[in-house]
């Protein structure tokens, strides 16, 4: 069973735009979320968390926002550069040091 | 500083045998933790190395074991091959676990025909 759901395999959005990634969970016991980013052939890196306290964070251009009564998270991008292309995962913790993640989203900035 | 640093970046092997990996945190770094990546499947949690101890173990069979050496140095094993063991292995590092930041490896592409 997934406890982490990234519904969205792919995304596409024009340079510029605003490029949102969503993630879903099942676990009411999480209470940390991280959002990272991957390139190929490269190991995933860390882009921005946040706390079940909070309800947003943001660094930059990167905001992400937690709406616990719904156990959704979501990952905003403004405005979204070319670099910004990769798979992004969203991961979620409780208290056991394990990190639970999901399957990621490709998201492809278009020039 | 050096990042984490994971070899062999590239492995092939046949089924039915085993494969060893490693994984160099970064300097200071006192836990190691190493995950499957596959297509589709995101990250799986293997296991989680701190100070030579196994903290914490994901939902793997017992072919796929680990150790962490007193330099914090950390081997994965997996014995037995299956086909479906072909995936990326991730390693991970940070000071203290993931709340201080994981730093990732670029990981070993191990390929069992």
């Known amino acids: 069973d997934q406890q982490v759901k990234q519904n969205s395999p792919s995304l596409s959005v024009q340079e510029g735009r605003i490029s949102i990634l969503n993630c879903d969970y099942t676990?009411?016991?999480?209470?940390?979320f991280l959002w990272y980013k991957k390139y190929p052939a490269e190991g995933p890196t860390f882009l921005i968390s946040?706390?079940?306290i909070k309800d947003k964070n943001e660094d930059g251009r990167f905001t992400v926002f937690l709406n616990k009564s719904a156990k959704h998270l979501s990952l905003h991008i403004v405005p979204s550069q070319p670099g910004d292309s990769a798979v992004y995962f969203c991961?979620?913790?409780?208290?056991?040091?394990?990190?639970?993640w999901g399957a990621g989203t490709k998201l492809i900035i278009k020039p | 500083k050096a990042g984490v640093t994971q070899t062999p970046r590239y492995l092939i092997k046949t089924r039915g045998q085993q494969v060893t990996l490693s994984c160099s945190p970064i300097?200071?770094?006192?836990?190691v933790s190493w995950y499957q990546q596959t297509p589709g499947q995101g990250l799986q949690f293997l296991f989680e190395y701190f100070s030579e101890t196994q903290r914490n173990k994901g939902n793997f069979p017992g072919r796929f074991s680990g150790r962490q050496f007193s330099n914090s140095r950390s081997e994965m094993n997996v014995s037995t091959l299956e086909l479906g063991d072909s995936a990326l292995y991730l390693c991970?590092?940070?000071?203290?676990?993931?709340?201080?930041?994981?730093?990732f490896g670029s990981g070993t592409r191990l390929t069992v025909v």
């Open positions: 991970a590092s940070s000071q203290a676990g993931f709340d201080y930041g994981y730093t």
């Open positions: 300097s200071g770094h006192r836990s």
């Open positions: 946040i706390s079940s």
């Open positions: 676990n009411s016991m999480f209470d940390y």
């Open positions: 991961a979620a913790s409780g208290s056991n040091y394990q990190l639970i």
